[in-house]
C-alpha cells in the first residue's frame, strides 16, 4: 500500500479536493470544502447543479465523469443515494478510481450499507488507494451549518488524513473501527432515531387529545429526562403538522432496510425498529415519500 504524503495531514493545506454528488447534502457540504479555501472539483449527474456550484463558488470546475472529476485529487469525497449508485460512480472506466492517483483517498459519506463499504475497501486497497466510509448525521440543516456527525471506518492513516479537510463541515469526525464500522454505527443512529420519532409522536398525539397546550407540554419536558434532539426541533412542528425539513420518509426507508437485513446477518433483534419501519410504509401510503421523518404522527391523527 503506498504511503500518504504527509503533507495531508496539515489542516492548513489547501488540497486538491473532489466532491461526487450534489444533492441536499453534498451540495453545502462541498462548499464548506471550497470555503476553507480547497480546490473543488465537482461532479453531479445532473450536470445543472455543477454549473450552480461553480458559479456559486469562484475557483470550482467540475468534471464530466467521476473519473474527470477524481483525476489528480488529494482526497474524494461522495455522498450518493445508495449501494448501486456509490458502485457505479466509484468502480468502472469512468469511475473515480480510474482517476485518481495513487495514494488517494476516497471518503465516502453516503449512507449504505456494511458490504458495500468493505467491497470498496477492498477494490481501492487493491488498486493502491485508500477508502474510509463516513456516513453523517445531522440532516441538511447539519450540512448546511456545516456541524454534521461524521461516523468513519477504515484504516487509521487514511482516516487521520482525511479528518482535516473533513472538519470544515463537521463539528465531529470519529473513526469509529474498521471498514464497514461507520455504517454499523450509522445503523445504530438511526434505530435510536426510528424508537425517539414514534415515541415523540405518540407523545405529541396523546397530548392533543388530552385537550393540553402541548407547546408549553413540549417547553417542560424538554427540561427533565424526556429532552432529546427529536424534541426540540420537531415536537412543535409536528404539533403543527409541518414536515418539510429535508430527511424524507423515503431515505428513512432505505435506511431502516439496511438495518433489518444487517440484523437478519447478525442476529439482532430489532421488534421495534421493525415495527417503525412498517408505520413510515404507511405514511408512504398515505402520500408522504417526501416528508419529514416526523410526518409518523400523521398516522395518529
Known sequence: MPSINAKIYDASTSQKVAFLGLGVMGYPMAGHLAKAGHQVCVYNRTASKSIAFCAEFAGATSGLTPKAAAADADLVFCCVGNDDDLRSIVLGPDGAL???????????????????????????KSLGFHFVDAPVSGGQAGAQNGALTVMCGGDAA??????????AFSKAFTLMGNSGSGQLTKMVNQICIA???????????F????????????DVI??????????????????????????????????LGLVLDEAKRNGARLPVTALVDQFYADVQAMGGQRWDTSSLIKRLK
Open 98 to 124: 480510474a482517476g485518481m492517483k495513487t495514494g488517494g483517498i476516497f471518503v465516502d459519506h453516503t449512507t449504505a450499507s456494511a458490504d458495500i463499504a468493505r467491497e470498496l475497501y477492498a477494490a481501492s
Open 158 to 167: 487514511a482516516f487521520d488524513a482525511a479528518r482535516p479537510a473533513g472538519m
Open 195 to 205: 424508537g425517539l420519532v414514534q415515541g415523540l409522536s405518540e407523545a405529541v398525539a
Open 207 to 218: 397530548g392533543c387529545k388530552a385537550g393540553l397546550d402541548v407547546n408549553q407540554v413540549l
Open 222 to 255: 424538554g427540561k427533565g429526562a424526556a429532552q432529546s434532539w427529536q424534541l426540540d426541533n420537531r415536537g412543535k412542528t409536528m404539533a403543527a403538522d409541518k414536515f418539510d425539513f429535508g430527511f424524507a420518509v423515503d431515505w428513512m426507508r432505505k435506511d
